[in-house]
């Protein structure tokens, strides 16, 4: 628990705005590093399998190598994100138990499910798929299973924070979706540019068309996130300050150079490293940024009490 | 109330439910305050002024309630010739002594007679009533009209004229506004149809004028006819579990069991002599002797005969003051050599705490009891001089034994609880290791010691060697049966050991025996009555049938009173207990507190003895007039009315008389014991009081090593007013350091609103709250607020002064911890010019051995 | 089974945190820090893992109506907050393993040997109730004495309280008592007295507590939120924004896929 | 077989099975919550005592199973707490139970800087064996006066507050008769 010392308690209780002794009211999320580090690597697996199933369906045998790469990408996604979750969970033995029930009131359960169809999906598709006959075929048919399960497990995450008593996520719940899938296209695409393949030029123009519209859509959202964050003082502030606030700022930074880059004309591998690079880096600064600004959010019983009271102040009803 | 006793106070939320107005006065905001509809701050140290100001607006409001007065006060009584108040002699009672400093309460008596008092100091009665009346002792001349202006109504009247709500304010700085709304709302709660009852604390008894505090109360409440009633009464909220118990049946070193007094030496040369002096004409201590003998008989068995005096000359004798702290001086100069702490902390729960240790330092061996090795079971290597290295542990010669004890779930046993009732906690597991009970460890104590001393023909080693000490014991442990212990305590005919059933059956022949007379009938019918267990809500609320409340099971004491003078109740609404004339029997919700068959229209013949002297509405039954007493006319060492004295360490001036603190107190003038100026202090400006917190027990044996406890209250601190803050840049959550002439503490600060600084004649009183649980073991430590005390105590009963005090405070932790005891003069001394705390008169008080100032030495006459 | 719940008057409450002990006594908890807070009399500071009764401590320069103090203008408002037990509960509808069920009492107990310790559930509480403890990994709030009311007996905190601040019961009925409550505070001019989520229409992101409150002043005085919404309740425009997002990742996806064709 | 039927209480089926779209309330019940019971129906024997704290006198009940206190609540039975107890009267389990309690007896030996187990009966041979030796060396039969006081100052006793009634009573016969007048307790302060 945290302390405050404050001069003179009884002296500061606020008529107008009073707090408890500047007490959060909302308990700080208890996750770690993996899970920002999950949604990154959920979205990347995600906006990857999306990829691949799409090339696969558009153009199967000439882009694949793209179709490949991006399979294991997804796959490696899948259990990298799975292997974190565990990690984060207080009883990483009970991992099984998110498959107990379905809620669909909870993103997390849904995302539960999501992932281990998409996990398995991605992993089938990436272990099957080199291989002919009914095993490549259904690598092909789980790619496409991963492409569809692909597109919630880049999104759900934002959605799993929306959909909580944080009142930075809270107020951003209808733009974190679309941050977090231009990011995880972003991340994707940017992830390609350093991983040590040959991809063919068309491909890699594929990807980097890909990767520039994700980090465009990532950019925008940034904007409307901050804009609907901002409409309470105190709920946008950690976007602003601390180091949720760095990290915000470092994403955009970095997104933005990447994007630069990636405009610039010439497609040498050290160009397409550094875009991948600034990309990557852009990606994990958002989702840090994300999950320490929901950590400051909750720690600020201001941004908490103007959130409820703020909508039902502007309705004309000033109760209490 | 709800600080110490929360579930004590759930009843009085249920009466504030139902409309009772709950006050509460206290120089902090509590969680009483809280919910209290009306919170009085007061300056520690100044409730008599309080309450006397309350008897004024009583008087001079007419508000009292004068049938009540008439007929169950000594109002009417006339007091003699001689008496000079203190409004006379500047604070001053008639009758000091200059020469041993102390009262000849003589001229306090009644005209024409000499009365002794129920409780208290009984050598003031002579033991030769010169009434008229023949043995009769009450007073001899009234006046019913309350006219008199020797009558006690009109003295009392007199004495407190000058309490005025104006005075209150001044000195108690009680807005007069808020004053007069007490004293409204007790007023129109008084009366035939209703009650105000008054709940205390030790906030009242730890001053150097505590008796007198409980006196105010009881002059207030007999004035308002609130003693014996419904909602009435003065109630003593106590603080342990069986501290009720510990008194009734004393650990205590002036009393013998059931409030007998231990033999002194110089009065109590034979059996005769105590019996006469200590017993009474007249009232129910008439009774004395039958108590006495059944008690020597208890103790002695077949050994104590008539002849022999019932081996009362194998009781000790006492032959002055020899309470807590005086032994612990003698204890520092070396003259006590062994010592038990059973289940007490004094280094952190008595005052001085280093004085303690040094005399704990001196002694030869010490045997500490308790459930965790406390600060006083290793004052030897854990204490602030230690830490200091002016002690080494190499250099304490005190053999030190530990016993582990065991809990109450471990042991058969009763507790008395503050409302005197006796409740059987039975035992549910066997204790752990070598943890024992204490009723294990003093059998087992005596029973070797009275193999040591086999065959001995020392005439001191006879009292042993005849004591009484065959306890059936069992199980591995040898545990010995509490239950005999009670049957003993509540008395057997000898002949055939059948209990007794009440104490109205004991015999002064030696017939019976009886441990406590007043718990005679806690083992009525030869049932444990203490374990009864018939749930509340089966019967009526006065609860008769759970547990067992001395005496015979009456849970209010004196309840005649609610009835009035032929017997009716006073009110439908508040009908308790009354004469049915039908049965020619009183009868009612309790067991009636009075001869159940003496009818409300008995009056004494000339010739009655005893206890046929108590009238038909004589409801105080233990007086030997049978009367409350307005004003008392023997009994106490320091004067017959309450009257305001500053503190021994004040901040302001006695505002009333010249004689600044009570001249009767205890002190004791030592280099270890140092006192600050008596009042202006300006090394030490500040007022400092101490308490409890509910999360907290006393000294903290039970609670500082509880986790679930600790938590909730973890660290010492020190409450200040935001003022005092700003002043001496203290900052909530920080340090500070607070400073008396006996050492030096520090605290977390906990700066709030609750405890204001108050305005006393236009100046600015600053005060300091300390709770007192800490110490340097348990789960969460700190300094423990009773080092910075001093030895100074009230002369009737020996109780310190805790509660008001002066001292310093600065921000910071402490540098240094220094304790005078072994630092020597933490400050520089003062001369106390034009800062007397005595009159010429009262400041000539002999000092006795181990710096003792008392007024109650039996050296004068 | 009918639906139980706490109504906690805070009128009437002292402060002594006999609650806190009978309940950690009852759960054998663990102590929550021993450590001085400098918060008036509160030292446990927050509902937690290990804290499933807290009382607070507020220190007022406002008065209390009815109340008369030589203080002037304070009051000190205590309240012994714990588990609400919402009729939508954040915590409930967030497990994502079905750890957190919705008892037969309708209250909200989380079963100890199923949660692994996801985390979900202590961003989902708006109460900031629910917690997981360090060392044990799983979460933990109050469990209404779930095993206590199977066995016909009453959570351990409303049984020890010595004013009946806290209160058990049916939950009807302690409505209802709570009204004649608040009635009788208004009828005395405390007119500042409200019931904070005694039910849907006062509490509407919630639709009521199980566990509710007597309060003197706006919630956020007592660290409760004023308008505190179970998160599922506003879940539509998340999912239906991820929706729109998705399709849009998919079209990029094609997007991408053509574009490079076209080169 | 363990597999199947393991499977068929796996929640997530019975969900579906019962078209339980939110698994919020019995779907989701584990096992043991289903058979889940107060601790205290287990105890062997319930004990009726008394609070060991203040002096209101709160009734307690003791849960014993297997001669361990099981738990301590208030007894409803008592017209004084009907089965409220204040905080420090419900921490009477760790009171009781706690691992700060001392089992063994010690002893400091003069000028010793350690404490050494030793056998309760040894120990209290000594300390009657000191009490014999002080009384002997400090007794006083008559004042420096004349008058006879048969006693010895040089013993004295504080405690008894937190003692049952006929502890009390022992102490106060036993010290009583050895001559010890300087026996006190927490009553006094």
């Given at each position: ?320 | ?237 106590r603080g342990h579990a069986s501290i009720q118990g510990s008194t009734d049946i004393p650990t205590l070193y002036d009393i013998l ?605 | ?263 | ?104 007896v010690l002893h400091r030996r003069p000028h010793g800087t350690e404490w050494e187990e030793v056998p309760l009966d040894w120990a ?66």
């Amino acid at each position: 628990m945290t302390f405050v010392w404050r001069d003179l308690p009884s002296h500061s209780f606020s008529e107008d705005e009073p707090t408890y002794y500047e007490r959060p009211v909302l308990k700080e999320p208890v996750w770690i590093w993996a899970v920002p580090l999950y949604f990154y690597a959920g979205g990347t697996a995600g906006a990857a399998a999306v990829l691949a199933a799409t090339a696969q369906a558009l153009a199967g045998d000439e882009l694949h190598g793209l179709v490949r790469t991006c399979r294991w990408v997804a796959a490696v996604g899948g259990a990298a994100g799975s292997a974190l979750l565990i990690r984060d969970l207080g009883r990483p033995e009970r991992f099984l138990h998110m498959l107990r029930v379905i809620r669909p009131t909870s993103a997390m359960s849904l995302g539960s499910w999501v992932l281990a169809g998409a996990a398995s999906a991605t992993m089938g598709s990436a272990l099957l798929s080199d291989h002919g006959g009914l095993p490549g075929r259904l690598g092909h048919f789980a790619g496409s299973l991963a492409g569809l399960l692909g597109m919630p497990l880049a999104g759900y995450t934002a959605v799993l924070l929306g959909n909580t008593a944080v009142p930075v996520w809270k107020a951003t719940r209808r733009s974190l979706p679309h941050l977090f899938i231009g990011s995880a296209v972003s991340g994707a695409a940017s992830l390609f540019g350093l991983l040590p393949v040959d991809l063919s030029p068309r491909e890699v123009r594929i990807v980097e068309r890909f990767g520039m519209m994700g980090k465009v859509a990532d950019l925008a959202a940034m904007t409307v996130v901050e804009h609907e964050a901002d409409r309470i003082e105190p709920v946008g502030r950690p976007l602003r300050e601390g180091i949720s606030g760095a990290l915000w700022t470092a994403a955009r930074v970095l997104t933005g150079a990447s994007l630069a880059l990636s405009l610039l004309s010439g497609r040498s591998r050290a160009k397409r490293a550094a875009g991948g690079l600034l990309g990557t880096a852009g990606a994990l600064a958002l989702r840090f940024a994300i999950f320490h600004a929901g950590k400051a959010s909750a720690r600020d019983p201001r941004a908490t009490f103007r959130q409820q009271r703020q909508p039902r102040e502007a309705e004309a009803n000033p109760q209490r | 109330m709800a600080e110490c006793h929360p579930v004590g106070f759930r009843w009085v939320m249920a009466a504030k439910s139902r409309g009772a107005k709950v006050i509460h006065v206290d120089p902090r905001f509590t969680r009483t305050s809280a919910v209290a509809d009306l919170h009085v701050p007061i300056r520690a140290g100044s409730d008599i002024a309080f309450l006397g100001g309350l008897i004024r607006h009583v008087i001079e409001t007419e508000r009292y309630f004068l049938e009540y007065v008439l007929h169950y006060t000594n109002a009417p009584a006339l007091i003699c010739e001689d008496f000079k108040d203190t409004e006379d002699l500047d604070g001053l009672f008639s009758g000091w002594n200059e020469k041993d400093g102390q009262y000849d309460p003589a001229s306090w008596a009644y005209e024409g007679t000499d009365v002794g008092p129920a409780a208290g100091n009984r050598e003031h009665f002579t033991g030769q009533p010169y009434s008229e009346r023949g043995t009769q002792s009450g007073a001899e001349r009234f006046d019913f009209t309350l006219q008199h202006p020797r009558c006690v109504f009109q003295i009392v009247k007199r004495h407190f004229s000058r309490y005025t709500p104006e005075l209150v304010e001044e000195v108690c700085g009680v807005p007069r506004e808020l004053f007069l709304q007490v004293a409204e709302a007790v007023c129109a709660n008084s009366g035939r149809e209703r009650t105000t009852a008054f709940c205390y604390a030790v906030g009242w008894t730890q001053h150097s004028t505590g008796v007198q505090y409980i006196r105010s109360a009881s002059i207030l409440q007999l004035l308002l006819g609130n003693v014996g009633r419904p909602g009435g009464g003065i109630m003593a909220l106590r603080g342990h579990a069986s501290i009720q118990g510990s008194t009734d049946i004393p650990t205590l070193y002036d009393i013998l069991p059931g409030y007998l007094p231990m033999p002194k030496d110089k009065h109590d040369t034979s059996f005769e002599q105590y019996v006469k002096l200590n017993g009474s004409p007249s009232g129910w201590w008439s009774e004395f002797p039958k108590y006495a003998v059944s008690l020597l008989k208890a103790w002695f068995g077949a050994a104590a005969t008539k002849e022999n005096g019932w081996r009362f000359d194998d009781l000790p004798r006492l032959s002055g003051d020899h309470s807590h702290m005086t032994t612990v001086s003698a204890m520092a100069d070396g003259e006590v050599k062994g010592y038990f702490l059973m289940g007490e902390n004094p280094t952190v729960g008595s005052m001085h705490g280093a004085l303690h240790r040094k005399a704990m330092r001196k002694l030869d061996w010490l045997v500490v009891r308790d459930f965790a090795l406390t600060e006083s079971a290793e004052f030897w290597r854990d204490a602030p001089e230690i830490e200091r290295g002016e002690v080494r542990p190499e250099d304490v010669p005190t053999e030190v034994f530990f016993f582990p004890a065991a809990t109450h779930t471990e042991k058969d046993g009763s507790f008395t609880n503050t409302q005197r009732l006796l409740q059987w906690h039975h035992k549910a597991v066997e204790p752990p290791g070598d943890c024992r009970s204490e009723l294990h460890f003093t059998y087992h104590l005596g029973r070797r010691l009275k193999e040591l001393y086999a065959g001995s023909m020392e005439p001191s080693d006879q009292g042993l060697l005849t004591l009484t000490w065959d306890y059936p014991v069992s199980g591995e442990s040898e545990e010995p049966s509490a239950e005999a212990v009670l049957q003993e305590i509540n008395g057997f005919r000898v002949a055939d050991r059948q209990p007794v059933g009440q104490f109205t059956d004991l015999k002064d022949d030696g017939s019976t025996a009886c441990g406590c007379w007043i718990y005679c009938g806690s083992y009525a019918k030869g049932v444990n009555q203490t374990a009864r267990r018939k749930p509340g809500r089966e019967q009526p609320c006065v609860a008769l049938e759970w547990g067992w409340a001395w005496p015979a099971n009456r849970h209010m004491l004196y309840n005649r009173a609610s009835a009035d003078p032929e017997g009716r109740p006073w009110s439908e609404r508040k009908r308790y207990v009354w004469w049915d004339e039908e049965k020619k029997h009183w009868t009612g919700h309790d067991t009636p507190d009075f001869i159940a068959d003496r009818p409300p229209s008995y009056r004494p013949g000339k010739d009655a003895k005893g206890i046929d002297t108590l009238a038909g509405d004589n409801p105080f039954v233990m007086q030997g007039d049978g009367l409350g007493w307005l004003y008392a006319p023997s009994g106490l060492a320091d004067g017959p009315l309450p009257t305001h004295y500053e503190p021994q360490e004040g901040v302001v001036e006695n505002f009333l008389y010249g004689q600044q603190c009570n001249p009767g107190r205890m002190e004791w003038l030592r280099r270890d014991n140092p006192y600050h100026r008596p009042w202006d202090d300006p090394r030490f400006p500040c007022l400092i009081t101490t308490y409890r917190l509910t999360e907290h027990h006393t000294a903290g044996g039970m609670s500082r090593w509880l986790t679930w406890l600790s938590e909730l209250q973890p660290e010492m601190f020190c409450e200040v007013s935001p003022q005092l803050a700003r002043e001496k840049g203290l900052t909530n959550g920080g340090w500070a350091t607070i400073t008396t002439a006996r050492g030096e503490i520090e605290a977390r600060v906990l700066v709030t609103e609750r405890i204001p600084p108050l305005r006393i004649k236009g100046r600015r009183i600053q005060q300091i709250g300390l709770p007192y649980h800490w110490g340097s073991k348990g789960r969460v430590r700190g300094d423990a607020a009773n080092e910075l005390i001093s030895f100074v105590a009230d002369p009737n009963v020996s109780i310190q002064e805790s509660k008001a005090l002066t001292g310093a405070i600065e921000a910071g932790r402490r540098s240094r911890g220094r304790r005078v005891v072994t630092s020597g003069p933490l400050v520089p001394a003062l001369s106390s010019g034009g800062h007397e705390r005595d009159l010429p008169v009262v400041g000539h008080k002999p000092v006795g051995p181990h710096g003792i100032s008392e007024s109650r030495t039996q050296e004068g006459d | 089974m009918a639906a139980v719940g706490f109504f906690t008057d805070t009128t009437i409450c002292i402060g002594c945190k006999a609650c806190e002990v009978a309940c950690k006594e009852w759960n054998q908890l663990p102590d929550d820090g021993l450590r001085f807070t400098g918060m008036s009399y509160d030292n446990t500071a927050a509902l937690g893992a290990s804290t499933w009764r807290h009382v607070s401590f507020i220190e007022r320069p406002v008065p209390l109506t009815g109340q008369e103090t030589g203080l002037g203008d304070f009051s000190w408002l205590l309240q012994s907050d714990v588990c609400k037990h919402c009729h939508r509960a954040g915590c409930l509808e967030a497990c994502p393993t079905g750890a957190i069920i919705r008892t037969e009492f309708d209250s909200v107990y989380v079963q100890p040997d199923i949660c692994n310790g996801c985390g979900y559930c202590v961003v989902s509480c708006p109460f900031g109730v629910i917690d997981r403890r360090e060392d044990d990994g799983r979460a933990w709030k109050c469990t209404l004495c779930y095993d206590r009311l199977k066995g016909g007996m009453e959570p351990a905190c409303a049984k020890a309280c010595p004013t009946d601040s806290i209160q058990f019961g049916d939950l009807d009925e302690l409505k209802d008592r709570a009204r004649g409550r608040l009635e009788r505070l208004h009828r005395h001019g405390v007119t500042e007295a409200y019931l904070y989520g005694a039910d849907a229409a006062g509490q509407p992101g919630t639709e009521g507590l199980n566990a509710f409150f007597l309060l003197l002043d706006k919630p956020e005085v007592y660290n409760l939120p004023p308008d505190p919404v179970a998160p599922a309740m506003e879940a539509k425009p998340a999912w239906t924004s991820m929706a729109f997002a998705v399709l849009g990742m998919a079209a990029a996806a094609v997007g991408a896929v053509l574009m490079g064709r076209e080169s | 077989m363990g597999f199947l039927s393991s499977l068929s209480r796996w929640p997530v089926l019975q969900q579906i099975r019962k078209g339980d779209v939110h698994a919020l309330r019995e779907t989701a019940r584990s096992p043991r919550s289903e058979q889940l019971r107060p601790r205290t129906e287990g105890a062997d024997r319930v004990v009726q005592s008394i609070c060991p704290y203040c002096a209101v006198g709160c009734g307690q009940l003791v849960y014993v199973k297997d001669e361990k206190i099981l738990d301590i609540e208030g007894d409803p039975d008592s017209p004084i707490s009907e089965g409220c107890l204040c905080p420090k009267g419900a921490a009477t389990f760790q009171l009781v139970t706690g691992s700060h309690r001392v089992q063994r007896v010690l002893h400091r030996r003069p000028h010793g800087t350690e404490w050494e187990e030793v056998p309760l009966d040894w120990a209290l041979e000594q300390v009657a064996q000191r009490v014999k030796r002080t009384r002997e060396e400090t007794w006083e039969e008559t004042t420096k006066e004349g008058r006879r006081v048969h006693r010895t100052m040089g013993i004295a006793h504080l405690g008894g507050a937190t003692l049952d009634n006929e502890e009390n009573y022992l102490i106060k016969k036993l010290f009583t008769a050895l001559g010890i007048v300087q026996v006190e307790n927490q009553a006094r302060i």
